[in-house]
């Protein structure tokens, strides 16, 4: 009796479950919802794979639907591609019959590889549409890229191996070596790629290497994407020319740019994107000019330099994941240089292991949380892998009419080792740091009623009293406003006749940092 009645249960429940509707499929209707009418992919470099793009496909209705196809206008030819719901495409990049059930929803991912050639010639547009279903019941989502050719300078492979150039030296001395290769005068693609133009972007890919007796010179509005572990090494006797100019708009149309090659807005401000220039011990004569360099690694690294300084001048250096500028002792003259960190690395600038520095009407700034991140790093020393130091002689770092900010109380520091000298000197700087901590009683590098070491300087102990008063800190955008400690405090001695990074003549009184004091706008 116990099994018919248990097979009098089953025999129930099958037949609830034959008389059920919940999934039963009818053809869709054309009445589907889209989050987008049209899918952007942003603008990609030519043959160089977009980013992933989603789409989200809703079914409002109360009733379980099929969609007969999904799939694109220009068919298997499309140069995009898709999954949907995590279905992967077919030979003719389609999918049939595919159920979403009452008030759900769909996800599909589009990414695109195309080249240039395949764009609209008048502006450069690729397009497609996606299709859902067919006839009058037919819907359509729009497809959209801009394709941007460019010189690509990247690293051959012999025999499968990618080619390297040298980098530097492991603890043993032996030369260690990067993904990279030279240059090259007589390109077959690129032509001369010693003089880098403003007609077409340059994509580089590995380090392009400046070797021993060339001159790498990068013109007025020229465009350089670095792929991720990219960047430039000049080698011993290679010269870096970086001739930008002054714009006058905000497409900063004659200003070189440095940044990744990830053209998505959601990348355009991501700090570490790619490696960094490293100038190598022994290149010379190196030059740069109104640069714009964004979201690299170290943004530029320079290394015992010391048959001639590097010069760098009109330059903003932006998202650094470690630092702006690394000098090991090295020489650097800067003048009208802004540096904005945000990120936990090491700071704005690093003058590092002895060398000279003088840097004149320039910006440094650290919006970094953390304690142990600066604006400015000088030390003359460093410890070796027997805790040891090992020092050099700092002959000069000289700042005069700069700014040295940021979010922290104390946005500079100095480590010395007395068995070099140690030269440093701050003049008409505003120095946002706060020496009451008893640590600092005594420590004669931090006196600041030293007139030998600070002249004339303005010392912010917190955010509030002697303020930078910088227009966006967090957005990169380090002018300064009416209210600013900076303003009309800087020695016009070293202003007379300068213009400031944007090209305006420093008045007298002259102000502190980079830029020209500005009237912020109202909202």
Request: some cysteine.
């Amino acid at each position: 009796m116990r099994y018919l009645v248990l097979l009098g249960f089953l025999g129930l429940l099958l037949g609830m479950s034959s008389c059920r509707t919940d999934f039963d499929f009818a053809e869709s209707t054309g009445e589907l919802r889209f989050s987008r009418d049209t899918v952007y992919l942003d603008t990609v470099f030519t043959n160089i794979g977009s980013s992933t793009y989603m789409l989200k496909v809703y079914n409002k209705s109360v009733s379980n639907i099929s969609i007969p196809s999904i799939g694109f206008a220009k068919g298997a030819a499309s140069k995009y591609r898709m999954t949907v719901d995590g279905m992967a495409e077919n030979a003719t990049k389609s999918f049939s019959n595919v159920e979403l059930l009452a008030k759900d929803s769909l996800f599909i991912f589009i990414e695109t590889t195309v080249n240039v050639a395949d764009a609209n010639p008048t502006d450069f547009l690729y397009t497609d549409q996606i299709l859902f279903g067919a006839g009058s019941n037919q819907q359509t989502v729009e497809l959209v890229t801009l394709i941007q050719d460019a010189y690509f300078i990247f690293p051959n492979k012999v025999d499968g191996v990618k080619e390297v150039v040298d980098f530097g030296f492991d603890v043993e001395g032996n030369t260690t070596q990067v993904i990279g290769r030279n240059l090259q005068e007589n390109h077959p693609d690129n032509g001369n790629e010693y003089i880098w133009n403003s007609t077409k972007p340059y994509v580089v890919y590995g380090y392009a290497a400046v070797p021993e007796g060339k001159i790498l010179t990068v013109n007025p509005g020229a465009r350089i994407h670095f792929h991720k572990d990219s960047g430039i090494i000049v080698q011993e006797g290679g010269t870096l020319n970086i001739a930008g100019e002054t714009s006058l708009t905000e497409a900063l149309e004659k200003e070189v740019v440095f940044e990744g090659d990830r053209l998505e807005p959601n990348f355009a401000e991501t700090p570490g994107q790619w490696g960094f220039i490293y100038l190598r011990q022994g290149s010379k004569n190196h030059s740069i000019n109104h640069l714009t360099l964004k979201n690299a690694t170290i943004g530029i690294y320079a290394e015992n330099n010391f048959g001639t300084p590097l010069s760098i001048e009109n330059t903003q250096i932006y998202n650094s994941s470690v630092v702006g500028i690394l000098g090991r002792f090295a020489r650097i003259d800067g003048f009208n240089v802004v540096i904005n960190s945000r990120t936990r690395g090491v700071g704005a600038l690093a003058c590092t292991f002895g060398g000279t520095y003088n840097f004149t009407h320039c910006t440094f700034n650290n919006q970094s949380s953390s304690s142990t991140q600066y604006a400015v790093i000088i030390d003359n020393y460093y410890l070796d892998s027997n805790n040891v130091p090992v020092a050099f002689d700092l002959t000069a770092a000289n700042f005069t009419n700069c700014i040295i900010y940021g979010s922290n109380s104390r946005q500079f520091v100095l480590s010395k080792n007395d068995s070099k000298t140690f030269n440093y000197k701050f003049t008409n700087c505003l120095l946002k740091f706060n020496n009451s901590d008893p640590i600092f009683n005594g420590n004669e590098l931090y006196n600041f009623e030293n007139s030998a070491l600070y002249s004339n300087c303005i010392i912010a102990k917190n955010s509030f009293d002697f303020k930078a008063d910088f227009l966006n800190a967090a957005e990169n955008k380090l002018q300064i406003g009416a209210d600013s400690a900076a303003k009309g405090t800087a020695d016009f001695t070293f202003s007379n006749g300068t213009n400031d990074i944007l090209g305006l003549l420093r008045s007298n009184p002259s102000d502190m940092g980079a830029y020209n004091f500005i009237v912020f706008p109202t909202e």
